[in-house]
């Protein structure tokens, strides 16, 4: 970063850390204990997908790799606004396995030179009244915030609010919270 950028307020963007995900496993045993979310065992990627034959090679790859165990199959689809979900799904009990898998579909695209095209990583939770709540992993910011949907396209701002007050010191939360988008096409 050069002196003109500073004089301008531009920054240097924070580079992903695809290894914070593994900090989900922590945040989600606080999750628990502090407001009775537990693991749906969902968890999905949300990218761009390229044109082009090595990007559906690669996407294939990944698919058949995360398809090699004994569990349900990935799911892809393509939301309203252009974006790929790859669904994973293990038994709630398996958050760990989940996460290493999210980290794994990232790491792989990363990999090949289609990180620009991440969006974000999320894994779902349910409340004890049925809630739902996913925390989402925002990769080109590093870090993540929660999104808890109601009926109506609506959202939940002050349990939002309540879930960063309780796994704050577990994961690297986004300050800003106009990122904080919906994502309303996310199975979880």
Known sequence: M???DTLLGRSKPAKPDLDRLFGLSTA???LEAAAGFVPTGLGSVCFRAAEGGAFARLQRDIQELLDADEGPKVEITEDAYGYTWLLATHRPD???DLVTDLHAVNATLEANGFG???LCSLVGFRGPDGQRLALVYLYKRGTFYP????PGDKRDNALELQVRGAIGF???FEQ???RWFPVWGAVF
Do not use: K, N, R, Y
């Open 147 to 150: 999104f808890a949907p109601l």
């Open 94 to 96: 398996e958050l760990p």
């Open 28 to 30: 989600a045993i606080t």
């Open 170 to 172: 577990d994961l690297p």
């Open 176 to 178: 800003d919270l106009a």
């Open 116 to 118: 620009p095209h991440l």
């Open 2 to 4: 050069g002196f003109l």
